[in-house]
T-cell receptor, first 114, second 115 residues
Framework: AQKVTQAQTEISVVEKEDVTLDCVYETRDTTYYLFWYKQPPSGELVFLIRRNSFDEQNEISGRYSWNFQKSTSSFNFTITASQVVDSAVYFCALSLYYGQNFVFGPGTRLSVLP | DSGVTQTPKHLITATGQRVTLRCSPRSGDLSVYWYQQSLDQGLQFLIQYYNGEERAKGNILERFSAQQFPDLHSELNLSSLELGDSALYFC??????????????FGPGTRLTVL
């Protein structure tokens, strides 16, 4: 069975600090997808990134970057120079290539203080 | 705005009752997924429909059922409601049947409160 762990329940940082959200996953399959979603206070889920298990290249998108390490089954998410608008709950998720469903982690609540 | 619409936004009902949640996918998307988000269970996948047929089943209770209509909108029916069914119910859609390969776009959710 698949499992996603986000050990950090809540994180508080001051604006402009960098912050890393951890995600550790478990699966016996060799082909899978990993995702990050953001859930701002308004409640909707916003897709941030998808990474497949064959692509370990790190990715940077503006202030966001993702570090995928298959050796440690981790897919960590870093926000550089955090802003108040980054305050949200962030979910890491795992899906098998041939699976249609997602397994979500419990989420990390990030509070960015002005 | 993801393009996925869900109605109603809020629903308050009593234990034992039955409710129907509605979802309209993005234009062109053939798959609809239902998720439940509750404080104790977190985000859980319930069920997926692809072009009118059930494609995958997750942690969906027997008291719950769903269907996807020819116009591709979907309804999630929750019956014999219990207090523990109070949650935020999300609908998502994707272009094809593979929710892994294609990005899922989430609706704003329906907040169900069972009193």
């Amino acid at each position: 069975a698949q499992k996603v762990t986000q050990a950090q329940t809540e994180i508080s940082v001051v604006e402009k600090e960098d912050v890393t959200l951890d995600c550790v996953y478990e699966t016996r399959d060799t082909t899978y997808y990993l995702f990050w979603y953001k859930q701002p206070p308004s409640g909707e889920l916003v897709f941030l990134i998808r990474r497949n298990s064959f692509d370990e290249q790190n990715e940077i998108s503006g202030r966001y970057s993702w570090n995928f390490q298959k050796s440690t089954s981790s897919f960590n998410f870093t926000i550089t120079a955090s802003q108040v608008v980054d305050s949200a709950v962030y979910f890491c998720a795992l899906s098998l290539y041939y699976g249609q469903n997602f397994v979500f982690g419990p989420g990390t609540r990030l509070s960015v203080l002005p | 705005d993801s393009g996925v619409t869900q109605t109603p936004k809020h629903l308050i009902t009593a234990t034992g009752q039955r409710v129907t949640l509605r979802c309209s996918p993005r234009s062109g998307d053939l798959s609809v997924y239902w998720y439940q988000q509750s404080l104790d269970q977190g985000l859980q996948f319930l069920i997926q429909y692809y072009n009118g047929e059930e494609r995958a089943k997750g942690n969906i209770l027997e008291r719950f059922s769903a269907q996807q209509f020819p116009d591709l909108h979907s309804e999630l029916n929750l019956s014999s409601l219990e207090l523990g069914d109070s949650a935020l119910y999300f609908c998502a859609s994707s272009e094809t049947g593979s929710g892994s390969y294609n990005e899922q776009f989430f609706g704003p959710g329906t907040r169900l409160t069972v009193l």
